[in-house]
């Protein structure tokens, strides 16, 4: 077996992931081995024959090794997110591929840009957490804070660490870096992190800060290259839809209980449309989660069809449950 091509490196799993291999004697079957995982064990095989060239597509191989979860704790930190990729490799006979590394996305992911569509301005208010993931290189990265108001700016040191191949991402809680500038969030308007390589700056975020609101409610979600986005929207209101469940006996129809459902609305600020058009992933992305009370709770979105312009400012309407039935948690 000969290898052909292999795929770009930190494809996502949601979309096809294939090798191509090329064998000079078609009437010989060829055993594959699929290798993925950190610890490069053997996932599956494909036994081949019949053809000179194969497409060998991994990607399923690779998605029961990843799993997506917003980062918790409570300190702001840099860390190799082992779980949101997976190494992969083929191997017959003598003969291995390269490996490479998979993530649990549908785009492949740049090296040294944030892995997000999202616009290069964020909404944050004290409490709020965020993350920013990157693909660094191979040497070592230091995360800073830079806040600023009218009269008064300060710098922090956020995190630091060694970077080697994976995705690495980026937690950021204000209440930490409350803690680190001995002083309220809100005394600044604005904060910018930046992830550096000595004095060059690889990739920065800009938040504007806002004061906590009651209404506030705060989504995160899969986004396309397999990492986490945050976006915070406005409460519009709750409802409880409640149905009773019958059964036919002898006797007639019998009340055997009642099924109940909170469905919550929420509408984001005025937007321009770029941001708006980022926050349109929620409704297609393969995880969705609320983030209030301390509580990370999985949601289900329940709208699957809006408009907006291409060129104005707009804002965008969202309905949501609890995944797992129940109270979705926006207040006490």
Not at 165 to 177: A, F, K, L, M, R
Not at 269 to 295: D, F, G, H, N, R
């Amino acid at each position: 077996m000969n290898i052909k091509s292999i795929p770009e490196n930190y494809t996502g799993a949601l979309a096809p992931v294939v090798f191509q291999i090329w064998q000079a004697d078609p009437e010989n079957a060829i055993t594959v081995q699929i290798i993925t995982g950190q610890e490069e064990h053997i996932a599956g095989e494909k036994i081949l024959s019949g053809e000179d060239s194969y497409s060998v597509n991994v990607a399923n191989y690779c998605k029961g090794e990843i799993n997506i979860e917003p980062i918790t704790g409570e300190w702001s930190v840099i860390g190799n997110a082992m779980q949101r990729c997976c190494p992969v490799s083929i191997k017959s006979g003598e003969t291995s591929s390269t490996k490479i590394y998979v993530t649990g996305g549908q785009k492949v992911c740049p090296t040294k840009k944030i892995l997000s569509d999202s616009p290069s301005k964020h909404r944050i208010s004290p409490g709020d957490k965020d993350e920013i993931a990157i693909i660094a290189p191979e040497t070592s990265i230091s995360v800073k804070a830079k806040l600023n108001n009218i009269s008064d700016m300060a710098e922090i040191e956020l995190a630091n660490t060694t970077c080697s191949n994976g995705v690495y991402v980026v937690s950021i809680d204000t209440e930490h870096i409350e803690t680190l500038l001995e002083k309220p969030l809100c005394e600044f308007t604005e904060m910018t992190v930046e992830i550096k390589e000595a004095d060059n700056v690889l990739a920065k975020r800009e938040y504007r800060i806002v004061p906590t609101t009651s209404d506030a409610v705060r989504l995160c979600w899969q986004n396309p290259y397999g990492q986490i986005d945050y976006h915070t929207f406005n409460l519009v209101e709750e409802k409880f839809n409640v149905s009773k469940n019958k059964i036919y006996l002898s006797s007639g129809y019998t009340t055997i209980g009642l099924t109940q459902e909170v469905v919550t609305r929420v509408v984001s600020e005025c937007e321009p449309s770029k941001t708006v058009k980022w926050l349109t992933e929620i409704m297609s992305a393969p995880q969705v989660w609320l983030v209030a009370q301390e509580k990370i709770v999985k949601i289900d979105i329940l709208t699957d069809n809006t408009s907006f312009s291409n060129t104005q400012p707009g804002n965008i309407n969202l309905s949501f449950r609890n995944a797992a039935g129940g109270r979705n948690f926006i207040k006490a």
